[in-house]
């Protein structure tokens, strides 16, 4: 259960920030930190979601990973790229959750995890849910997905934390 303590590590710098600094975005274009937690919470939430749907599943789909999903795996994490969703989904996050409403959710995530850990390898792993970007992923890849989705954050949380 390693992969938690990036969670971990969000919510030991979320003390850090004033309000001021969680809300701040240095461009219109640009999200503040809260925005950015608002988002990965969101994201986990709806990744988990799916972890769950495959379990619901009847029929087991026979197709896989798109070429970047299957990189995405095999690397084990998001290239050191940003990544630009089309307009449509990307409406911006929420710019108002204070501290603590940012750490209860991070717990609620973290708590998600917890339960699905011992069983997700026991779903059946051809139970898939698609994925936009990265084809059919199955109930331990898409629970995956949500650290690799912490991870890849992590480098917009050190440049957002540079420009406060």
């Known amino acids: ?81 940003k990544i630009k969703l089309p307009d449509e989904l990307n409406t911006p996050p929420s710019n108002s959750d204070s501290h603590e409403s940012l750490m209860l959710r991070l717990d609620q995530v973290k708590q998600r995890l917890k339960r699905w850990e011992p069983q997700v390898d026991s779903i059946n792993s051809n139970f898939k849910v698609k994925h936009g970007g990265f084809g059919w992923l199955n109930a331990r890849e898409w629970y995956d997905l949500v650290f690799m989705h912490f991870h890849h954050h992590l480098r917009q949380k050190r440049e957002l934390e540079q420009k406060l």
């Not at 850090?16 to 937690?37: C, F, H, I, P, T």
């Not at 749907?53 to 299957?70: A, N, P, S, V, Y």
């Open 1 to 81: 259960m390693s992969n938690l303590r990036v969670i971990d590590e969000y919510k030991s710098d979320l003390q850090n920030y004033s309000l001021e600094q969680l809300r701040y975005k240095s461009a219109e274009d640009v999200w503040s930190l809260g925005q950015m937690y608002d988002h990965i919470i969101l994201v986990a939430h709806e990744y988990l979601d799916n972890v769950e749907t495959c379990t619901r599943e009847k029929e087991e789909q026979k197709l896989g990973k798109t070429e970047f999903g299957e990189q995405l795996y095999k690397m084990g994490g998001f290239p050191k790229i």
